[in-house]
Every structure is written in C-alpha cells, then in structure tokens.
C-alpha cells in the first residue's frame, strides 16, 4: 500500500508565493494593530485623523487575515494572487499620491512613514508577482 500527498500538499512551485503572502500578512497585520492600538499617539506623530488611521488600521487587519486565508488554501487561485499584487501596486501609487497630495496634514514623520510603508509593499507586491509567475 502506498500513500501520497501528492494531492493534498502545496506544491513547491507555489512556495516563494506563498512565503510572500505571509510576509505580507505578518507586515499588513503588525502595522494595523499598531495603528489600531496607538491611535491617539500616532495621529500627534503622524499627522492624520484619529479616523482615518483606525479605518486603515482596520483594513490591514482584515487585509493580513485574507492574505493568511489565500496562502494557506491548497492551490492559490491565480486571479486571488494577481488580484494580490494589482491591489499592492495600486496601494502604492496611492501612498505616493497621499505623501505628496496630505503634506500638510501628514507631519514630516508621517510622511516618511507613508513612503517607507509604501517602498516595503512595492517590495511585497514584487515577490508576490514573481512567485506567481514562479507558479507558471
């Protein structure tokens, strides 16, 4: 009798993708609890509204907890990944845009901060793209 798991296990092709999804995840997640968690210091620090930082501190939750759901499923749909790396793309150039455009709310950390987080998913968005393409 033999036994495979051949069926079940991820494969290896899929491995650089998935090790990017929860770097992504593990990064999204710690920055929204923190965001979550030090709103009234961060809005002196940063600049942005108490809203504004605990809406987008909600989203990095819910985003890291629906990365950690796709990198865990036994084969990572495609169109989920590249809807992964669009969406990271996209948050990007959005970042840029606030940095640029929010100047005078966001204090010179908080602009900074916008660039930093913004240069580290462009990172994630990469190894996500090159993962996928990995995948064939």
């Known amino acids: 009798m033999t036994t495979s798991t051949a069926s079940t296990a991820p494969t290896t092709s899929d ?38 930082l605990v809406g987008v501190g909600a989203f990095f939750v819910v985003f890291a907890a629906g990365l950690l759901v796709l990198a865990a499923r036994r084969r990572i749909p495609r169109p989920a990944a590249r809807t992964v790396v669009v969406g990271n793309a996209a948050w990007v150039v959005a970042s840029v845009l606030v940095a640029v455009l929010a100047g005078q709310v966001l204090t010179g950390l908080g602009v900074a901060v916008v660039l930093v987080q913004a240069g580290a998913v462009a990172v994630f968005a990469e190894l996500q793209r090159r993962g996928l393409r990995r995948m064939g």
């Open 15 to 52: 491995a650089p993708l998935r090790l990017a999804l929860r770097i992504d995840a593990t990064a999204s997640g710690a920055l929204g609890v923190l965001a979550l968690a030090a709103t009234p210091l961060l809005v002196d620090l940063l600049g942005p509204p108490a809203p504004v």
